[in-house]
């Protein structure tokens, strides 16, 4: 494998700001770590009622990652964790973003344009991980913190874990609104009818 | 002899943990070769990095990714074969053992759509459809277990006489609608022509299709050459952070129908997980991936 540069966590604003689109890094330090629709929107209504949740987010690095987790001895442990698709949780994640000031996020397949708008005014990026690499971002798991919402079922639970060097994961939403997914829908939606064009010359031989 | 419920039900059980753990030996070569092309940066190390990720989770004996998917299963049974088993409720019984005992565990994907409970178990799981290969003396089982992110972009629409310009937009535009969402690079499978039902089960089918495998029949091959070039030049690449390589394959299969022409499109994701074997009258199983 390629090495990457590796951020310590908590990452700060300044460094946020500094990651470019492309940029692929690892991360040593404290996540939170969900995939579950139920847990996004009882983090909500925590929001809503002034409540507390029982892991902290604030600034925190908060990624969409589904994990088996279940009782050890001495706490509780992740056998395996893996990416879920962000875009389901488009509709919550402005204001998730901004009550926290969610310093990272990430899972796999992006956010869309109201997210970056959110990452931006708090000086957040998204991070994109490997989808089918539950064996890499599991080895990077040193200790789980906390498992909260045990309630649900295992992948939907909040999560706080340490981990050293995980990902590497590849910077597509950046602290000023830029976005991969954005520009690339753009420029497949440019090239459409060109491509088509091209289909047809094609097939017209 | 004669093929059992009991090799019928380790035989289920077996394929769905050979998926979870095994990146197919044609899709891994044609990842290998994506990332010898590629002349992104970022797209090369990603296939890299899923190469290396299928290579852990053979070596580790774990899986692939965290998605287990929901249990899907095709039947083919040789009309020669010598069977005498419940093949229905034996897949099922493989299942539920292999939810008890496989290791790391499965997580509960299987969702009830009407409350979105989920459990290992429910109505219809797994999900099995069944056709006869004639003259042959073997059940052959398929084993594709699918997950959210991959198959939430599958679609298909009806046309009245399409013309092949009209089928192909459509099938860009459902490639662009996926965009970065279904892990890519994907394989694509598209049906067209037949009924409602059919032309999805012709383009799951075709998902399943050896990657770099030409369709006998030219124009179609051509089709898919034309559909390869077009999807890989929108850009999105290795799980849509952009690149050259947005699908490994495009397989297309057709079927006559009334005027009214059914297109459907569904993708495999990177992992591409597909099991395959053969159960002989005479008990031996041969695995063929």
Redesign the interface.
Known sequence: MDTFPNIQLPMSRETAESLKLGDMITLTGPIKATAGMPTHQRILDFIDEGKQIPIDLVEAAFFHLGSYSRDAEGGMEVLYMNPTTSTRFNHMMPKIIRHFRLRCVGGKGGLNTACAEALKEVGGVYLSFLGGGAPLHSKAIQKIEQVAWTDLVSHYRLVAMDVAELGPLTVAIDAHGNSLYDNLDRSAQERRDQIIEKMNQTRAR | MTIKDADIQKLSEDLYSWALRKVPEDTKRALANAREKESSE?AR??L???L???Q??ED?D??????SGVPVYFVRIGTKADWNANIKSAIRAGFDHLVETIQ??L??HVTNPMTNE?SYAGRHMPIITYDLIEDADYIEIVCSPKA??SG?WAAMELFTFPT??TI??YI??VA?KA???H?PPVVMGVGIGGTFDFSTKMAKEQTLREIGSVNPDPQVA?MEK??F??VN?????P????GDTTVLGVHVDFAAGHGFTPVAVAFN???NRRTRARIYSDGHVERLE
Not at chain 2, 233 to 237: I, N, T
Not at chain 2, 239 to 242: L, S
């Open positions: 970022t190390r990603t890299n990095m899923m290396t990720s299928a852990r989770a580790g774990t899986f692939v990714c965290s998605d790391p565990p997580l509960k989920r959210l992110g939430r092949l310009e192909e937009t860009l535009d662009i965009g970065a969402q892990c051509e034309r559909l070039e077009a030049a929108l850009g999105y690449g799980m849509g952070t952009g994701c990177w992992i």
